[in-house]
């Protein structure tokens, strides 16, 4: 049986981590996530902040 030591463990998950794979998918799920809740929320600070941008680039009737 292998034992591996934690330094090893450690380092190797960091490196997995911290990818730039990893880096690249985390901001972009991160950035639609943050755009879909902008452009579909009903919070009226939210929609009203991006009424026009709904309507006139996106086609998206609201009302």
């Known amino acids: 049986m ?3 030591s934690s330094s090893s463990v450690l ?10 794979p990893v880096q690249v998918t985390l901001y972009m799920l ?3 996530l943050v755009i ?7 919070y009226p600070a939210a929609h009203n902040a991006t ?4 309507h006139h680039t996106l ?3 609201c009302h």
Do not use: P
Request: aromatic residues 10%.
């Open 2 to 4: 292998t034992t591996f």
């Open 11 to 20: 380092q190797k998950t960091v490196g997995i981590t911290l990818s730039k």
């Open 36 to 42: 879909w809740t902008a452009l579909f929320s009903t």
């Open 51 to 54: 009424h026009s941008v709904r």
């Open 30 to 32: 991160l950035s639609s």
């Open 59 to 61: 086609g998206i009737g």
